[in-house]
Structure formats: structure tokens, C-alpha cells
């Protein structure tokens, strides 16, 4: 099994700010990582694909990158509606689904 | 328009058995991979296995596998997840979750909150 490994586990940051969460796999998988913003109450939503493609609406102050086992989410100008968990997801080893565990970005 | 909608939520006893659902609309049902997540309370998200509805194969992640059972309907575009006897650890939020043009989760449903308690 990938394990998928997010740090830091919580990271306060004030509106404005920049944020960069990092996301490890066990082992490669390539560029088929995923990040995912949840909000409390909300079901997951879907910014970035391929580790680096946003989704569609997504947008463009999310970056991804990031390749084989290091990937990163930047959040360039962090705006009230962008403090939430999010999370990154290895699709590559299909149909095995790994989520990391989480990183809450909140106010400062 | 894709839209997932999943079965309300649901309050039962332990040993109590349960079937919820997730209804797939905008979209060929039969087309894409509809996967379960769940969701402990507090908790992150952890993948329980997924179904192809067009032929029903379906894929269980190791940690569930005999634990739950996942079926699809094409003829009402749904897919289920089921357990025959629930446990007070079943009690979660449970997502279904369908495929984009790649092995990522791009539609949601709303969730369905399951409770398990005596």
C-alpha cells in the first residue's frame, strides 16, 4: 500500500499570506496525485489533478506541483474562503485510492 | 449538469443491517467509476472500494473488503453501499465519489451521516 504522508498537520497563516503544503508518497506515483479542499459540513471538492492541473472554476492562486514522490500545494494569497482541510490522493496505484491525512490551513 | 445525491442519514443499532445510495444523474451512468469514501468523525478520508457500474466490477480497498458490500443499479442509475451487520464503529459520514477523464475523484454526493449506537 502508498502511504501518503501531508505536512504540516496544521498551518496558521494569516489573509494575504502564502501558503505551501507538502504532500509525500512511500513510493512513486508519478504525476497522478490529486488535492482536494474540504470545508466543515462540505463534502471534498477537487482543485488539482496530474499534480499540477487545476480543475475546472479552481482558481488560479492554487498551484500544484510536483513529481514521482514530492509534491507541493501552493495557496499564493490566502483568502477567507481558502481556510479549510485539505488533502492530497495517489490515484496512480488504481484502483487503490490513498488519501494523506490532512492539513488544516487556518487564520492567524 | 453531474450530480451525485446520496440517501439521507441514517440512525441504527448495532447488528442492524443497512443499504445507502448514491444517485448519478447528467452524465452515462454506465461510463465511469463511482467510488465510497468514508469519513470518521474528526477524521480524514479513507477510500473503501469502488464500482463500474457498466458491468459492476467492482474493487474493495483490503481494509474493507468483507466488511461492506458495494452494488450498482443501471437501470436507476445508483450505486449502494451495504452492510449486513453495523458495529458502532461503522458510525461515519459516507461520500460517494464518481471518476474524472482520469482516476481522481471529480463529483461528490453531499454525503450520508451513518450512527450507529444502542
Known amino acids: 500500500e502508498i502511504v501518503m504522508t501531508q505536512s504540516p498537520a496544521t498551518l496558521s497563516v494569516s489573509p494575504g499570506e502564502r501558503a505551501t503544503l507538502s504532500c509525500r508518497a512511500s513510493?512513486?506515483?508519478?504525476?497522478?496525485l490529486a488535492w482536494y479542499q474540504q470545508k466543515p459540513g462540505q463534502a471534498p471538492r477537487l482543485l488539482i489533478y496530474?499534480?499540477?492541473t487545476r480543475a475546472t472554476g479552481i482558481p488560479a492562486r492554487f498551484s500544484g506541483s510536483g513529481s514521482g514522490t514530492e509534491f507541493t500545494l501552493t495557496i499564493s494569497s490566502l483568502q477567507s474562503e481558502d481556510f479549510a482541510v485539505y488533502y492530497c490522493?495517489?490515484?496512480?496505484?488504481?484502483?487503490?485510492?490513498?488519501f494523506g491525512q490532512g492539513t488544516k490551513v487556518e487564520i492567524k | 449538469e453531474v450530480q451525485l445525491v446520496q440517501s439521507g442519514a441514517e440512525v441504527k443499532k448495532p447488528g442492524e443491517s443497512l443499504k445507502i445510495s448514491c444517485k448519478g444523474s447528467?452524465?452515462?451512468?454506465?461510463?465511469?467509476?463511482i467510488g465510497w469514501v468514508r469519513q470518521m468523525p474528526g477524521k480524514g478520508l479513507e477510500w473503501m472500494g469502488i464500482?463500474?457500474?457498466?458491468?459492476?466490477?467492482?474493487r474493495y480497498s483490503p481494509s474493507f473488503q468483507g466488511q461492506v458490500t458495494i452494488s450498482a443499479d443501471k437501470s436507476i442509475s445508483t450505486a449502494y453501499l451495504q452492510w449486513s451487520s453495523l458495529k458502532a464503529s461503522d458510525t461515519a459520514m459516507y461520500y460517494c465519489?464518481?471518476?474524472?477523464?482520469?482516476?481522481?475523484?471529480?463529483?461528490w454526493g453531499q454525503g450520508t451521516l451513518v450512527t450507529v449506537s444502542s
Open positions: 465519489a464518481r471518476h474524472g477523464s482520469g482516476s481522481y475523484a471529480l463529483y
Open positions: 447528467g452524465y452515462s451512468f454506465t461510463s465511469y467509476w
Open positions: 464500482i463500474y457500474p457498466g458491468d459492476s466490477d467492482t
Open positions: 513510493q512513486s506515483v508519478s504525476s497522478n
Open positions: 496530474g499534480a499540477s
Open positions: 490522493q495517489q490515484y496512480n496505484n488504481w484502483p487503490l485510492w490513498t
